[in-house]
C-alpha cells in the first residue's frame, strides 16, 4: 500500500537568508524581509517573509507596489542556493527517514513512506518528528500523508493544520475544498479556469471529461488523474553518494604490527586512488580491522586539510597501528573515507615552476594532532564579534574555522585583558592622545588614527546597552605601534568614565 508524504517548506528562501545571518552573527533587525527576481520587464516579490505578508505583501506582486504597502528588507532571490539547501535536506532525508527521498518543487520534499513509517512509531510520530527537525534549524514545516503524490502535495500546501494524514481511498473527499491551484496547474490554466467560473478541485469532479479537456487542456486532466491515483506519478530520488570504501578479506589472519602495516599501505593506495577519481581529499579516515572472533577494532584520524596524498596518509594511519589489539588475529580490514572535500589540483613549487617551496603546516599539525592529539594543538579562529576580546577564540587545528575577516585592523598582539594607562593627555572629545604611560614608560605619539568607535554588544549583555570605546592607532617616537581606547564617547557619562586602555601592539 503506497504512502506519501509531501514536505512544504514555505518560507525556505527567507528563513534560509535569516539562518545564514544568523550564523554569521549578522541578523538584521526585524523588518519585513523580502526576496525579488525578474519577471519580463518588472521586479516582483519571489517570496515574503510571515511579517510581510501580515501586511499584504504576498509573492508576484509588482515590487514597485510591495513598496508602498511596507518597509521592506528586499534581497534579490537566489533559486541555486535555495535548492541546493533543499538538495542537502533531502540526502539527510534518504539517510535518516526513509530511502527514498527527492524534491517536490523549489518549496519541498517527497517522503515515501512505505515500509519505513513504523520505524518511528507510525505516520503521525514520523510527521511530528520532521516538523520538530525543521523547527530546530530554522525552518518552518508542513506536511501531509496520502495515498497519492497529487494529494500530499495539495494537503501540505492548503491544508489546514501543520500536519495532515489522509487515509487511503478519502483523497477524492480531502482535496475537493481545496482551491484549484492545489493541483499544480500553471497560470494559464488557472486564468481559464476563473474565466469559467471553476475556483475549487471539487468543480472539476462532475464535468464531461471531453469538454473539460477542450477548456483547460490535458494537463489539468493529468494533475487531477494523479491527484486520484488514477494515473501513476514517479518521481526522482536522490541517491546518497556512496563513501569511499576498500576492503581486503586475508587469507590468513595475521596479527603482527608489520603485517597490518602492509595491508594498511594496500588499502591506503586503493582509497588515494579513489579519491583522486572524485576529484576530492579526505579529511578523516576510519580504519576497521575484522577479528576471528568477530569483534572490530577501529581507530580513526583526521586532518587539518583535505589530502589524497598517499604515503602522507599512510604516515598517520601507521602511527595508530600500537592501538589495534589483533587479538587471536585479524581476518579483514577496511578503511573508509568519513568525511572528504573537493580538491583541486595545485601548482608544483620549486625547481621547476621556478619558485621557492613553501612548507606546508598541515602536514606538521596532523603528525601533531595524530601522535599528540588534537587537544594538545589549538589556532585562533575569528568570531563575528564587534568587541575585539570577544572576536578570537582558540580551537583545536582540525576544527572547521570561519575565513579571518581581511578588513579588520587589528593588532597581532592582543592583550587580554586590556591594561589600564595612566598620565594620558588627549582633547575631548574625540582627539587622539598625545602622551601616556604603560608599564612604567612614557610614549610620546607623533602619528595617530582614529576614533574608531565601537558599541557594546546590547543584544547580548543588557549593561552594554550604552557603553562605548574610542579606539585610536598610535605611533611614538621610537617607531611603537599601540593600539589604544578610550571608555565613553565624551558626551554621555552612561557611556563611559573617559579612562584609557591599551588594547594591542601592533608588529
Known amino acids: 500500500m503506497r504512502r506519501v508524504a509531501s514536505l512544504c517548506l514555505p518560507h525556505l528562501p527567507i528563513e534560509r537568508l535569516r539562518r545564514s545571518e544568523d550564523s554569521r552573527g549578522k541578523a538584521s533587525p526585524e523588518r519585513p524581509?523580502?526576496?525579488?527576481?525578474?519577471?519580463?520587464?518588472r521586479m516582483q516579490v519571489a517570496s515574503a517573509c510571515p511579517l510581510a505578508q501580515a501586511q499584504g505583501v504576498h509573492p508576484g506582486m509588482a515590487l514597485a507596489r510591495a513598496r508602498l504597502i511596507a518597509d521592506l528588507d528586499i534581497r534579490p532571490a537566489d533559486p541555486e542556493a535555495d535548492r541546493h539547501a533543499l538538495t542537502r535536506l533531502a540526502l539527510m532525508a534518504a539517510r535518516r527517514w526513509t530511502p527514498r527521498a527527492g524534491l517536490s518543487g523549489p518549496d519541498g520534499l517527497w517522503l515515501d513512506l512505505a515500509g519505513s513509517a513504523h520505524l518511528f512509531?507510525?505516520?503521525?510520530?514520523?510527521?511530528?518528528?520532521?516538523?520538530?527537525?525543521?523547527?530546530?534549524?530554522?525552518?518552518?514545516?508542513?506536511?501531509?500523508?496520502?495515498?497519492?503524490?497529487?494529494?500530499?502535495?495539495?494537503?501540505?500546501?492548503?491544508?489546514?493544520?501543520?500536519?495532515?494524514?489522509?487515509?487511503?481511498?478519502r483523497e477524492t473527499e480531502r482535496i475537493a475544498p481545496l482551491p484549484l491551484d492545489a493541483l499544480r496547474l500553471d497560470s494559464a490554466m488557472l486564468g481559464t479556469a476563473h474565466r469559467f467560473g471553476i475556483e475549487r478541485v471539487g468543480d472539476l469532479f462532475a464535468m464531461p471529461r471531453a469538454p473539460l479537456q477542450r477548456r483547460l487542456g490535458r494537463g489539468a486532466l493529468i494533475r487531477l488523474d494523479q491527484a486520484l491515483g488514477r494515473v501513476e506519478e514517479p518521481f526522482d530520488p536522490v541517491l546518497p553518494e556512496e563513501r569511499p570504501f576498500i576492503r581486503l578479506n586475508l587469507v590468513e589472519p595475521i596479527s603482527t604490527p608489520e603485517a597490518i602495516r602492509t595491508v594498511i599501505g594496500d588499502l591506503v593506495t586503493g582509497l588515494a586512488r579513489q579519491l583522486l577519481e572524485r576529484g576530492c581529499g579526505a579529511r578523516k579516515l576510519m580504519l576497521t580491522c575484522s577479528r576471528v572472533d568477530g569483534e572490530d577494532q577501529r581507530v580513526s584520524i583526521a586532518l587539518a586539510r583535505a589530502s589524497r596524498d598517499p604515503a602522507h596518509l599512510l604516515r598517520l594511519v601507521t602511527m595508530k597501528v600500537e592501538e589495534i589489539e589483533p587479538g587471536w588475529g585479524i581476518e579483514a580490514m577496511a578503511m573508509t573515507a568519513v568525511r572528504i572535500e573537493p580538491l583541486a589540483p595545485e601548482a608544483v613549487a620549486g625547481a621547476l615552476s621556478g619558485t621557492d617551496?613553501?612548507?606546508?603546516?598541515?602536514?606538521?599539525?596532523?603528525?601533531?594532532?595524530?601522535?599528540?592529539g588534537s587537544s594538545c594543538l589549538s589556532k585562533s579562529c575569528a568570531v563575528q564579534s564587534d568587541v575585539p576580546e570577544r572576536s578570537v577564540r582558540s580551537v583545536t587545528p582540525l576544527e572547521e574555522v570561519a575565513d579571518w575577516p581581511s578588513d579588520w585592523p587589528r593588532p597581532v598582539w592582543l592583550l587580554s585583558p586590556p591594561e589600564p594607562v595612566d598620565q594620558v593627555l588627549a582633547s575631548l572629545p574625540d582627539r587622539p592622545p598625545a602622551r601616556f604611560r604603560w608599564r612604567g614608560r612614557t610614549h610620546i605619539i607623533t602619528h595617530a588614527d582614529g576614533p574608531e568607535r565601537i558599541y557594546g554588544e546590547w543584544w547580548k549583555r543588557p549593561s552594554e546597552k550604552h557603553r562605548a570605546r574610542d579606539y585610536f592607532q598610535v605611533e611614538d617616537k621610537d617607531g611603537a605601534r599601540f593600539w589604544l581606547f578610550r571608555r565613553g564617547d565624551g558626551v554621555d557619562p552612561a557611556s563611559g568614565d573617559l579612562s584609557w586602555y591599551i588594547h594591542g601592539v601592533f608588529g
Open 33 to 41: 524581509l523580502v526576496t525579488v527576481e525578474r519577471a519580463e520587464s
Open 121 to 169: 512509531g507510525g505516520e503521525q510520530a514520523f510527521c511530528d518528528r520532521v516538523v520538530r527537525f525543521c523547527a530546530r534549524i530554522g525552518l518552518t514545516a508542513r506536511i501531509a500523508v496520502a495515498g497519492t503524490y497529487g494529494a500530499a502535495h495539495a494537503l501540505a500546501r492548503h491544508g489546514a493544520a501543520p500536519v495532515i494524514l489522509c487515509p487511503n481511498g
Open 357 to 372: 617551496p613553501v612548507a606546508d603546516l598541515a602536514v606538521l599539525i596532523d603528525r601533531l594532532a595524530t601522535r599528540l
